[in-house]
C-alpha cells in the first residue's frame, strides 16, 4: 500500500470510512448473493420432469418474497424477485418469453383492471377533496370535538366501521380524512395505517352489504357449495363464525382505547411520534399533494366533503355494490360541484384527477406483482401441495382450524384474498361435503382466513393502500401491524378449534 493510500484511509474513521466502502461492496455483493439463489433455482428446475409435481419446492418463492422483503424492506423489488425465481424454477431457458407472458395475463386479467381504474379514480377523487379543502373542514370540525388521543383513534376506528362497502374506499378514504387530526395528536402514521387497515377487510367481510360479500356469493354458487341464487344467504348464514374478523375488530378497539399496550415495532412508532415526528423517515413524498389547498368556508367545505362520500356510497350500491362505478359517478358529481362554486378551474380539476391517480401508480404495481406471483403459485400447485400435504391428518373437527391455518398462509405468501380462492375452494367446499362438516362454518374459515392474508401480508392490495393514504410504506406498515394480526389470528384459531368441536 503506498503512503498516499494510508494517509487517505487515515483521514477517516472507521465508521466513515465502511460508508465510503460499502456503496462499491454493497451491489456487488446482493448481485452476487441473489444471483446464487437464482441459479440454485435454475438448478432445482432440471430435478422435475413435465408434470411432476414440485411438492416442498414450490413454497421456495414465495419463502425468499418474505425473506427479501424483511432485508431490503421494499415490496416491490422483493415480489419481482419471487416471480423471477418462480419462472427459473418452472422453465429456466424461456425465463424472457415466460415474462412476457406472465405480465401480459396480468394486465388483461379482469380484476386487475378494475383494481386499476379502481384505485386511480379513488386516488383521483381523493386528491381533489383535499385540494378542495373538504378533507381539511371535516378534519376541524372533528378536531373541535375530539381533544385525546385515544378518542382520535377511536373516531378512525368508527369510520372505518362507518365505510364498510369496500375496504379499497376504507383504506384510502378514512386514512385521508383522519391525517391531520392524528397528526395534530402525535399519533404516529403507522398506528393511523393499523387502525385503517384493521377496518377494512376483517369488517367488510362481516357486511352482506359489500363488494366482499358479492364476490364471495357468486364464488360459493359456482362450486357446488350451495344451489343457484342462495350464494348470499350461506354466506349471511356464515358471518357468526368469521372469527378473524370478530378477533380483529375487538383487538382495534383494546388499541384505539388504550387498553391493549403498544410495543414491538409500533411501540417505537408511538414514541417518536410522540417526540414530535408522527410522519416515519424519508416517506415525506408519500401522500396525495395538498399545495394547491383551497380555503372554503367551514360549514362548505364539510358539505363538499359529505355528499361526494354519499354519492360514492349510493352509486356504489345502486350499481350492485361496484365501486369502480360508484367512483366514476363520485368523480363527476364532485368535480361538477367544484367547478360550479369555483374552488378550482376545469383544468385544475383534471389536473387532480391525474395526480391522484399518479399517487396509486406504485400500489396498483404492488398488487399487479402479487397477481403475478399468485399465477406462478398456482402453476407450482403450491395450494394443492399445502391442503393435500395436511389432510390426512385431519378430523371433522379439526378441519375448520386447519382451513383458516392453510388459506392464511396460502393468502399470506400470495396477497392475493380473491384470486387465492379460485383454487383452493374447489378443492376445501368437496373436502368439507365429504366430512359432512357444517358449511356456514367452512365458509366462515375461508373468509376469515382471506382477510387475514389481506390484513396481514405486506404486498396485499389492503396493506399496501392502507399504507399510501396514511403515509407510511407498505414495510413500516406491515412490521407494526403484525404482532396484533397474529394476536387476532390466534385468537381465530382458538375459536375455530372450539366452534369445531361444538357445531360438530
Not at 454493497?26 to 433455482?41: H, W
Not at 416517506?283 to 360549514?299: C, K, L, N, W, Y
Not at 375448520?400 to 398462509?409: D, H, I, K, L
Request: proline share 5%.
Amino acid at each position: 500500500m503506498s503512503q498516499n493510500t494510508i494517509e487517505t484511509a487515515g483521514a477517516f474513521s472507521p465508521l466513515e470510512q465502511e460508508t465510503i466502502e460499502s456503496p462499491r461492496r454493497g451491489p456487488i455483493y446482493s448481485l452476487f448473493f441473489y444471483g446464487s439463489i437464482m441459479a440454485g433455482f435454475a438448478y432445482l428446475s432440471t430435478q422435475y420432469a413435465d408434470g411432476e409435481s414440485y411438492g416442498f419446492v414450490s413454497l421456495l418463492p414465495s419463502l425468499l418474497i418474505i425473506f427479501a422483503a424483511i432485508k431490503t424492506k421494499k415490496p416491490l423489488e422483493s415480489l419481482f424477485a419471487g416471480v423471477i425465481a418462480g419462472l427459473l424454477l418452472l422453465e429456466p431457458t424461456a425465463l424472457i418469453t415466460s415474462l412476457g407472458d406472465i405480465s401480459m395475463g396480468v394486465v388483461q386479467n379482469e380484476t386487475i383492471a378494475w383494481i386499476v381504474l379502481v384505485c386511480g379514480m379513488m386516488g383521483g377523487l381523493i386528491n381533489i377533496l383535499e385540494r378542495g379543502g373538504s378533507v381539511l373542514s371535516f378534519g376541524e370540525l372533528l378536531a373541535k370535538r375530539i381533544k385525546t388521543r385515544h378518542g382520535t383513534m377511536l373516531t378512525t376506528s368508527f369510520l372505518g366501521l362507518a365505510v364498510f362497502i369496500d375496504d379499497y374506499l376504507n383504506s384510502l378514504a378514512v386514512s385521508a380524512s383522519m391525517k391531520n387530526l392524528t397528526d395534530r395528536f402525535r399519533i404516529s402514521r403507522e398506528k393511523l395505517a393499523f387502525l385503517v387497515d384493521s377496518t377494512a377487510a376483517p369488517v367488510c367481510i362481516l357486511v352482506p352489504l359489500s363488494t366482499w360479500a358479492v364476490y364471495f356469493g357468486a364464488l360459493l354458487e359456482e362450486n357446488g357449495a350451495v344451489p343457484d341464487g342462495q350464494g348470499m344467504s350461506l354466506y349471511i348464514e356464515s358471518i357468526p363464525y368469521m372469527a378473524y374478523g370478530w378477533a380483529a375488530l375487538i383487538v382495534v378497539m383494546l388499541v384505539a382505547t388504550g387498553i391493549l399496550k403498544d410495543f414491538g415495532p409500533m411501540k417505537a412508532a408511538e414514541q417518536r411520534a410522540k417526540n414530535g415526528q408522527p410522519i416515519p423517515e424519508g416517506v415525506e413524498a408519500i401522500g396525495f399533494d395538498t399545495s394547491h389547498i383551497q380555503r372554503p368556508p367551514m360549514m362548505v367545505g364539510l358539505m363538499n366533503f359529505i355528499l361526494p362520500m354519499a354519492v360514492l356510497i349510493a352509486a356504489s350500491v345502486y350499481y350492485d355494490i361496484d365501486l369502480l362505478l360508484g367512483a366514476l359517478v363520485a368523480s363527476g358529481f364532485t368535480m361538477a360541484l367544484y367547478f360550479i362554486q369555483r374552488l378550482m378551474t376545469f383544468g385544475q380539476l383534471a389536473d387532480a384527477m391525474l395526480d391522484g391517480f399518479k399517487v396509486m401508480l406504485h400500489p396498483i404495481a404492488v398488487v399487479a406483482a402479487g397477481f403475478m406471483i399468485k399465477e406462478i403459485n398456482d402453476q407450482l400447485g403450491m395450494t394443492s401441495y399445502i391442503i393435500e400435504s395436511v389432510a390426512p391428518y385431519l378430523s371433522k373437527e379439526l378441519l375448520p382450524a386447519f382451513v383458516f391455518v392453510t388459506m392464511a398462509a396460502v393468502v399470506f405468501a400470495t396477497g392475493s384474498s380473491w384470486g387465492v380462492f379460485v383454487v383452493s375452494i374447489p378443492i376445501v367446499i368437496p373436502m368439507a361435503q365429504s366430512m359432512d362438516m357444517s358449511m356456514p362454518l367452512t365458509v366462515g374459515a375461508l373468509l376469515s382466513a382471506s382477510a387475514f392474508g389481506s390484513h396481514a401480508c405486506f404486498f396485499s392490495d389492503s396493506t399496501v393502500l392502507s399504507s399510501t393514504g396514511s403515509g407510511c410504506t407498505p414495510m413500516q406498515h406491515a412490521l407494526t401491524q403484525f404482532p396484533y394480526a397474529m394476536i387476532g389470528a390466534g385468537l381465530a384459531f382458538v375459536s375455530f378449534i372450539i366452534m369445531g368441536y361444538a357445531v360438530t
